[in-house]
């Protein structure tokens, strides 16, 4: 499937996608609040693999409009803390989302292509408020080879892995 966003004015841009089989649609809409949307969710989706959700689910021919029927009130919170914990930030906002699924605990059903989370659980976890301070403990996840791996690498040195 193609995805063209293309900027009308400083307000609005335009989203069109074009499926495989050459069926296509396209919508105009207020570029502040919904570029970001759309291409941090892409982001997510692209990143975490998720097939079924929704530009999978638009290049199975769902349409756009099926697709974005209000919200339920269960996502208000979950939207509300992720905009607390990211300030906005879209950069950050995807790696909060991407730790949050990669934790399992926000997970989609590919059944009823939804999205599930415990938002108490969610607040209970001690994620931090600084995007450095994320990304220094997911890299402190990483095995103790990939990091000095990093290590190295962040010195300047040449690594070379052979692969076979």
Do not use: C
């Amino acid at each position: 499937m193609l995805i063209r966003f293309t900027r009308l004015t400083n307000e609005r841009h335009r989203l069109e996608f074009v499926r495989d089989d050459g069926t296509s649609e396209a919508r105009e809409l207020e570029t502040r609040s919904a570029l970001l949307h759309d291409l941090v969710h892409y982001a997510v989706e692209t990143e975490a693999g998720l097939m079924a959700s929704f530009y999978g689910q638009l290049a199975g021919g769902k349409t756009y409009e099926s697709l974005t029927a209000e919200p339920s009130s269960e996502a208000a919170p979950l939207a509300r803390l992720i905009y607390t914990k990211t300030a906005g930030n879209p950069f950050f906002a995807i790696q909060f989302l991407t730790t949050l699924y990669q934790e399992r605990l926000l997970t989609y059903d590919d059944r009823d292509g939804s999205w599930h989370w415990d938002l108490a659980q969610i607040r209970r976890q001690r994620f931090t408020d600084n995007v450095v301070e994320l990304m220094v403990g997911k890299l402190l996840r990483l095995s103790a080879t990939t990091q000095e791996a990093l290590t190295l690498g962040g010195r300047g040195e040449v690594l070379l892995f052979d692969l076979n």
